[in-house]
Structures are given as C-alpha cells and as structure tokens.
C-alpha cells in the first residue's frame, strides 16, 4: 500500500499544510519572535478570529473577506492588550516576562470561556465556493481550502517581510527587539512601537482565523491544539524571521503530512513537539536565527 | 483490534485500518491512504467534531470508483447543524441513526410537534431526531415502572425494568440480561438526494432512507457509492 507516489502526494500537501502553519504563525512570529512578549493567547485569538468570521460570513459575506474586515478591529484589540500588559507587567520590572506569561494564560482562558458562553461547545463552520472542492490535476487533487491557505501564507509572508524590511515602522519594530535603549536615544518611544507591532500581531490573526475555518471546523478549546505547533513554527523559525516562519512552517507541514502517511495519525500531534525538541538541542537559535 | 477480530469472523481482508488523534482538523491525508489502499468497504466510527472533516476531505479526495459503501459509525451526521453544514456532501453515504423520518411509533409524530416548538425557543437542535426522543422514552419507562410498583425505591424499579417491555414513543424497550435493548431498533440509512442549505428537507422521507434492519426498511442499498451520491 506504501508507494513512493503515496509519499510525494503527501510531501506536496505538505507544502499546502505547511503555508497554513506558517499563516497561523505570522502573528505569533511578530510578538514573541520580534517583541520577545510571551504570548501564549496567540492561539486563542486565533479561534477567536475565525468565530468572528463565522458571525461575519453568516451574513453571507465571503470568509476570506470577512477575515480581511476584522483586521483593523483585530489591530486595535491587539494594541489595547499590549498597552495592558505594559502598564500592569512590562513597566513593573525584570519578571515581567514570567508575570506576563500568566498573563496571558489568563487571557487565553477568557477567550475559550468567553466564546463557549456565546456559541457553545458545537463546532462551528462556514461555507463557500472554495470549500469542499479541489482542483485536480492529473491523479492529484488538491483541496481548494488549502490553495487558499497557501495563497494567503505566501502573500502575509510578502508583505510582512517588505514592511519590516523597507519602511519606517516596520524597522523600528526589529530595532526595539534588538535593542530598546539604543531606539530610545534614537528619539522613538519603544511602547508605542511596541504597542504597533502587538496591533499588527493580532491584526495578522484575524486574517489566520478565517484560514483556520475554512481549512476545517473550529471549536472554543481549539487554540490547545495550535500553542505547540505555533510555538514550534516560531523557535524553528528562528525568532522573529518572517520568511523563515514560512520555511519552518513547511517543514512542520511535511513532516507532519508524511509520518501521517507513513506512521499513522496518532503520530501526528508529536511531530511540532519532536522538531522543537530536535532544534533546541541542535540548534537553539533556530534555522533562521542569529 | 476490534475490526481485526470481526474480519476475521466475517472473512473480510481489512485493506487499511488507522485510528486518528483527538481533534484532528483534516483528514486529507488519511483518506489518501484510504483511496491508495483500494479499498471496496469503508467505515468510518468518528464523533462529531470529526465528521464534518472526514467528509469534506471524502469530497475533496475521493475514495475510488471501487468503493461500494461509505459510512458506518459517525457520530454527528444525525445532528441538525452537521447536516445543513455538510448538505450534498452527504449523498451516499450510510450511516447509523436511531430515528429518521417515515419511522412509526407510536406517540412520536405528536412529541415531535411539541419537540419543534420547544427547540426553536431554546435554540437547540430544530429537529432532534437523533437523542430527544429516547429521552423522552427514558421519561416513559419510568413514569409507567413507578405507576406500576408504586414505589421509587430503586431496587424495585430496576428489578420491574429488567423484566418488562415498555411502551415508548421509540417503539417497545425491553432489555437482555446483559441490560442491552433487548431488540435493538437501531438503523443504518442512506442519505439520498440531499441539497445543500435547507434544513426543512432533513423532515421528509426519502432524504434518509433506512436499509437495515428489515423490520424498519425504507428501500433498497444504491451501490457503488460514486453511484449513490448522485442518485436521486
């Protein structure tokens, strides 16, 4: 049953899994990678974003679209959550990171709370044109769902790369995560950098949360599953890199798709976990690091 | 390990047998291996948050002309919510249930009227079929055991429950000495025919048409399952 045609179907949807990964990291990659905040709701917001978009496209508006709708809602939710965490953590002093690990831990749990309240524990889905289908090409099928997922990635990854490379803000965003004295003399006020990127972090999950919908169906404690395989994509990564997110997220993807193949499902869940334990042994600084 | 012991009861080769996590999100690459095994029978024993993903990646897939049933044991093609999600997608497919509509009894079409009035106020399951009304049956039994010992104490309820058959709106329920039914009126339908966003075609017949057992049959298996998930 084993072939190695079986192996290179589950290598190329691999690719496809992985730019999901690598979507649903992006937001993760700017606050933890970039900012060093420990920013374990990144999840949660996560789901959080796709039962947003659900709401949104029950009103017959297309999921991506939604997604794209609630990114300026998401940016200032996510700039009102950094400037909370400054002034009752960050500001305090040297265990910020630690306080503010349970933090956001804290925030995490209201979220899932909060949305099993509202929706309760059901599964929630959205429907499209894109969704249920694939494109075949020759033997291969490729679900549509996973194309978008991996449009979606490539394009994030572009344009997050462009902008902390070649503007203003997005450099200031990198400098205050190397070195938050040296911005200081440079006359920037590190909060309010900080308080930008944290916006576009989540702003970024509002996007992934209407990936995370439509590649599957969501449901309020699902950000569980996500913490390892988003922290996993990020250490591989090298912090704060945003084409290597990309990268770690296809390798995450392909493993991931081939021990499915080849091992069995129950293996699956292990594999972000094994890469991260592999990395951090060989390599802490990740793929991309310095 | 279960299916290895009853394939070798029935004589059945079992092609591919795999389990998944919990909360798996998407089945894509389980049912490729499922296609690639060539399989000619599929089942699938899944709970809810499962079966909307296992189907969409049926559909996104596929499993291979050869296939001549699909379906089984998943849990979540009887709730109202996953099956106006699923819509279409459910063509062919047999499945478990415990009620769909044509099934008589005596008692149901009336609980039914008063389930949907409730349902719609409480904002739970529209139509209920899969687990109300073998609530409300629980409530039947007993109602008639406590009228009949005059008594709740509960070692004389349960020694009047072991040895009566009770009446109930799911038709009669007596149970074995192993406290199963004592015949089990559980069926396995087929989905035929159904469009997607429309909730009210789940309450006529022929969407769900019962293949077993004999005594409940609504007609007959549609195979092979690329067939039957265009039959009409």
Redesign the interface.
């Known amino acids: 049953?084993f072939?190695l045609e079986?192996l290179f179907?589950?290598a190329l949807?691999g690719v496809l899994?992985g730019c999901f990964y690598a979507a649903v990291s992006l937001g993760l990659s700017v606050a933890f990678g970039l900012l060093d905040v420990p920013y374990v709701a990144h999840p949660a917001l996560l789901v959080m974003g796709s039962y947003a978009t659900y709401l949104i496209s029950s009103l017959g508006i297309d999921p991506l679209l939604s997604g794209l709708l609630l990114m300026p809602i998401f940016f200032l939710l996510g700039m009102g959550l950094y400037r909370f965490y400054y002034e009752t953590f960050e500001k305090r002093g040297s265990d910020a990171g630690v306080r503010g690990l349970g933090f956001f831990f804290g925030i995490a749990f209201i979220i899932e709370v909060a949305l099993i309240l509202v929706f309760g524990v059901?599964?929630r889905?959205v429907?499209a044109g894109y969704?249920?289908?694939?494109l075949e090409i020759g033997d291969y099928?490729f679900?549509?769902?996973?194309l978008m997922a991996f449009a979606v990635a490539l394009l994030l990854t572009l344009v997050l790369t462009i902008y902390f490379s070649k503007t203003f803000n997005g450099r200031a965003i990198k400098a205050v995560g190397q070195d938050e004295s040296a911005l200081r003399l440079m006359g920037a006020n590190p909060v309010k950098i900080k308080q930008l990127a944290f916006g576009i972090a989540t702003a970024v999950n509002a996007l992934a949360g209407a990936l995370l919908i439509i590649?599957?169906?969501v449901?309020p404690?699902?950000d569980r599953?996500y913490i390892g395989r988003t922290f996993c994509v990020v250490v591989l990564a090298g912090l704060g890199s945003m084409s290597g997110t990309l990268v770690a997220g296809l390798i995450l993807g392909v493993v991931e798709?081939v021990v499915?193949?080849t091992l069995?499902?129950?293996w699956?869940?292990a594999v972000s976990f094994g890469l991260l334990l592999v990395m951090l042994g060989l390599r802490p600084q990740g793929l991309f690091g310095r | 390990m279960a299916l290895a012991k009853s394939s070798k009861k029935t004589g059945w080769n079992v092609v591919y047998d795999q389990n998944y996590p919990p909360n798996n999100t998407d089945f894509s690459s389980i049912i490729r291996a499922v296609r690639a095994a060539r399989p000619e029978a599929v089942f699938v024993a899944c709970y809810p948050n499962e079966a909307v993903a296992v189907m969409r990646s049926v559909n996104e897939i596929g499993l291979g002309s050869q296939v001549q049933i699909f379906g089984g044991g998943m849990v979540g093609l009887q709730f109202t919510p996953i099956m106006q999600s699923l819509g279409s997608l459910l063509n062919g497919v047999v499945n478990f249930n415990s009620y769909v509509p044509g099934m008589k009894f005596p008692g149901i079409d009336d609980f039914f009227k008063r389930y949907s009035v409730r349902a719609a106020a409480a904002k739970v399951d529209p139509l209920g079929y899969y687990l109300p009304p073998f609530n409300y049956a629980t409530g039947q039994m007993i109602e008639q055991a406590v009228n009949a010992t005059k008594s709740f104490d509960h070692k004389k309820l349960a020694e009047y429950m072991r040895k009566t058959e009770f009446q109930t709106i799911v038709g009669p329920i007596g149970f074995d000495k192993f406290g199963e039914r004592a015949k089990p009126r559980m069926v396995q339908a087929q989905f035929r025919n159904i469009q997607d966003n429309n909730v009210d075609q789940f309450k006529n017949t022929g969407k769900q048409v019962v293949l077993w057992p004999d005594i409940d049959k609504q007609g007959d298996f549609i195979f092979p399952f690329d067939k039957a998930r265009k039959a009409t």
Do not use: N
């Open positions: 049953m072939s079986l179907e589950a949807f899994l059901d599964q889905t429907r969704i249920g289908s694939s099928r679900p549509y769902r996973m590649v599957g169906p449901e404690a699902m599953i798709s499915l193949m069995g499902a129950s699956a869940p």
